[in-house]
């Protein structure tokens, strides 16, 4: 009987820890997604190197601070590129397809060195954006684009990138996440420099249903541990 008992509680604390998961991913004040490569114009793929992260205005105004300058409004989303290099390359010009609204206001002081404007990448839409399906289609005023290239990209794992769009047609944040898991908002990258050959290749995030979640959850690790030590008492009881 007390195993069953010890059993029954297992079951209860597993079940509390998933629902616990679900309502925090669906509160979540940021997330960030990963990149798959396009083009194979290089040997060297950069997928697993690239990252975009997601912020609402809350989240970023707390995490950045006095960086951003103008804190963000409740309408307003932060977009942070990075590239945590081990194989050399620089992220050159960055693209969103489309319910956003722009024009894009950049921030080159989030982290490392950046000289980036917005509001008109060149070139205007990402290269070979037209062999994705569907086909990646950039609004030119919502790009950004690297002043100085090659070393003023995001070509350093300290560089980070700040993009703010306002939510356009998206009615919150939780909406965008949403639009991005199913693959209707996309973000594209142009990299030049890489490795040795110093070529060039194109990037589109890796969404609908292939996102790459790297924000931690601190209460609900925190929470898993507590349920584990709870299952280590209960079986020296038992």
């Known amino acids: 009987m007390k195993n069953r008992g010890i059993i029954n509680l297992c079951k209860a604390g597993i079940a509390g820890l998933v629902i616990l998961l679900a309502a925090f991913n669906a509160s979540a004040a940021s997330m960030a997604y990963g990149f798959i490569r396009v083009t194979t114009n290089n040997v060297e793929d950069l997928s697993g190197q690239l990252s975009i992260t997601l912020w609402d205005s809350s989240e970023a105004n707390s995490t ?34 489309d319910g956003l609204l ?10 490392g060195t950046t000289n980036f404007t917005g509001g008109g990448a060149s070139p205007g839409n990402l290269p070979s954006g037209n062999t994705v399906s569907p086909p990646f289609v950039a609004t030119e005023i919502f790009s ?5 290239n090659p070393s003023k990209g995001v070509d350093a794992s300290l560089d980070i990138l700040g993009i703010v769009l306002g939510l356009g047609g998206y009615a919150d944040f939780a909406a965008v996440l949403a639009a991005v898991d199913t693959g209707d908002l996309r973000f594209g ?49 038992a």
């Open 144 to 148: 950004a684009d690297a002043q100085g």
């Open 189 to 237: 990258l142009h990299i030049r420099s890489i490795g040795e050959e110093g070529g060039s290749d194109s990037y589109v995030s890796n969404t609908g249903g292939s996102s790459i979640p790297a924000v931690p959850l601190p209460a609900a690790v925190w929470l898993f541990g507590s349920v584990l030590l709870g299952f280590g008492a209960l079986k020296r009881k």
């Open 64 to 97: 950045f601070g006095a960086t951003l300058g103008t804190a963000l409004t409740a309408t307003q989303v932060l977009f942070t590129i990075e590239n945590d290099v081990g194989i050399s390359s620089n992220v050159s010009e960055v693209y969103f397809d």
């Open 102 to 111: 722009g024009p894009s206001v950049i921030h080159n002081s989030l982290g």
